[in-house]
């Protein structure tokens, strides 16, 4: 008897053991393990965590579990507000980039013209230009393959001309006039991405300086704008920050310091871990004293605001243009451990009087968020100042009394509403169809000899105004299917010579051509330009 019984106590004695160690181990598996000051802690996993490792483990089909946790952090980001984003490994060294103050690339600006990649400039000093590539030429191989055809998009061009610092790209160019491919070798460089697109004197001594983002190397490039308009004999500034989403905080309060006194607040921020953070001015800004104007537009977002709310709360600057985007969150990026990012929104920032500027949403819901703007514009927002309403009823002050809102952008000190007097539907067709920048283009690669012979942009603009291209471009149009309109085309045809122009200066001579020919005759600089030049 004792030999059956012996035998079965060990068998049930192993059963008992397994069950009671698998539990204990699935248990364990439930848990991470941290630790703190020295002592061992078990933390429970997330039921997320759980379910994903037990699909693993447990599923009965094979699954592709990278794929899946991709989508579930973008599932989960999703359900945050608005701003918050999870970058995935293979995009964000392209992300990144667009703040920093260099990648490594080439060194060309490039338009994609009937599925062929055409060099609209050639960046001085960079790799291309050294290696003598032109303006005109067009791409057409890539390390000995084909780099044409409908597959051709600006991530495509962007991710094969980038690349690792000292790596080189073989390129088959065609140019105008040569017969047989060009062959380059170029090696590629630190290519510097720019934030400050132009800066010139406007309206006698008035200084224009238009900044497109906020990146790394935004100060350094704003104050030397700043110092060399005024040896050039500025007395007043136009800062133009339309268009402009924002980047980095640090750099709107930088700028802002320039223009404020000491002790004065810039901007506070702070959020549920996020302790506030009050940044003021330290009074060593060198234009504390200057006549100062902001531009804004509906696209002026985030750092723009901070920099225009600091202006028009201490009454530093007169803000002109039209509402601002309404973004008063904070984030910050996190990279995870496969090489990905999450920017996540950890604060609020408040003006100096006290508004938060952050427009309503609702937590997962962005696709009425993005719709903000085209509703903005169906509601007549942009033509006209009455239309505008804030969520905000708290009544917000200047520091010289004069009241402000909060709850949805900034709402300038002078709305200029946009002038649709000469537009119509034949000017409102071919510039959303991008015609007039396709046909400029056109031009300029057939006429580049002749144009190259104007070195600034206002006898170049005269050359043009001189030759009649408008019949050309009518028949440009009537080629894709825009039928001609002459009656429209009489109306709008100051608009599309002002517009086309400036495309073609820019194709030869740069930003630096195209802004002071642009701005000369755009509504909201003009206003500034009024209200800087009053006594």
């Known amino acids: 008897m004792k030999r059956i019984l012996f035998p079965s106590l060990i068998v049930l004695t192993l059963l008992t053991g397994f069950l009671i160690g698998n539990a204990v181990s699935n248990k364990a598996n439930a848990q991470r393990i941290t630790i703190q000051n020295g002592q061992i802690f078990l933390q429970p996993e997330s039921k997320v965590e759980q379910l994903l490792s037990l699909m693993q483990q447990m599923y009965v089909d094979p699954l592709d579990m990278d794929s899946i946790t991709e989508d579930v952090m973008q599932d989960l980001i999703r359900k945050l507000d608005p701003h918050s984003a999870y970058i995935p490994k293979e995009d964000l060294e392209m992300v990144n980039s667009q703040l920093a103050g260099s990648f490594s690339g080439i060194g060309v600006q490039f338009s994609i013209q009937n599925d062929t990649v055409s060099i609209v400039a050639v960046i001085s000093g960079g790799p291309s230009q050294s290696a003598g590539l032109l303006a005109g030429d067009k791409i057409i191989e890539v390390d000995d393959s084909v780099f044409v055809g409908k597959g051709i998009n600006n991530e495509k061009v962007m991710h094969t001309l980038r690349g690792e610092k000292g790596t080189q790209v073989k390129l088959g160019i065609r140019r105008a006039g040569t017969p047989e491919t060009l062959r380059y070798t170029i090696t590629r460089g630190d290519i510097p991405v720019l934030s400050v697109d132009a800066q010139f004197i406007i309206g006698g001594n008035i200084g224009f300086i238009r900044v497109n983002k906020f990146a790394e190397t935004t100060y350094t490039e704003f104050i030397n704008a700043l110092t060399s308009l005024r040896n050039q004999g500025a007395k007043a500034y136009i800062i133009d920050l339309r268009e402009n989403s924002g980047g980095y905080m640090d750099q709107a309060i930088k700028m802002a310091n320039e223009f404020l006194r000491a002790g004065d607040l810039i901007v506070y921020s702070e959020g549920r871990a996020y302790p506030r953070f009050d940044a003021k001015a ?59 990012a999450v920017r996540l929104t950890v604060a609020r920032y408040y003006t100096p009087s006290g508004r938060c500027i952050q427009k309503p949403y609702t937590l997962g819901d962005q696709d009425d968020y993005e719709r903000d703007i085209l509703d903005r514009f169906e509601h007549g927002e942009l033509y006209s100042a009455d239309s505008i309403h804030f969520t905000d009823t708290t009544r917000y002050y200047t520091d010289a009394g004069r009241l402000v809102r909060g709850g949805g952008g900034i709402m300038p000190d002078i709305f200029v509403g946009r002038d649709t007097t000469l537009n119509t539907p034949y000017y409102n067709r071919v510039v959303n169809l991008a015609y007039t920048y396709q046909f400029a283009y056109s031009y300029t690669d057939r006429h580049r000899k002749e144009l190259e012979r104007f070195k600034d942009w206002q006898s170049l603009e005269k050359h043009l105004l001189r030759t009649d291209w408008v019949p050309e471009f009518v028949q440009f149009c009537a080629d894709k299917d825009v039928a001609p309109r002459p009656a429209q085309l009489a109306k709008s045809r100051p608009l599309l010579v002002r517009l086309v122009n400036a495309y073609i200066v820019r194709n030869i001579l740069g930003d630096e051509g195209f802004f002071p020919l642009f701005e000369r005759d755009d509504d909201i600089t003009k206003r500034a330009v009024q209200e800087l030049q009053k006594p």
Do not use: T, Y
């Not at 200057?290 to 696209?299: G, K, R, T």
């Open 282 to 340: 330290n009074g060593l800004g060198r234009f504390k004293d200057v006549p100062l104007a902001v531009l804004i537009d509906n696209f002026s977002a985030s750092a723009s605001e901070i920099f225009a709310g600091a202006m028009q709360d201490h009454d530093r600057a007169l803000i002109i243009g039209r509402r601002s985007f309404g973004k008063g969150l904070v984030q910050q990026q996190r990279e995870l451990s496969d090489g990905s």
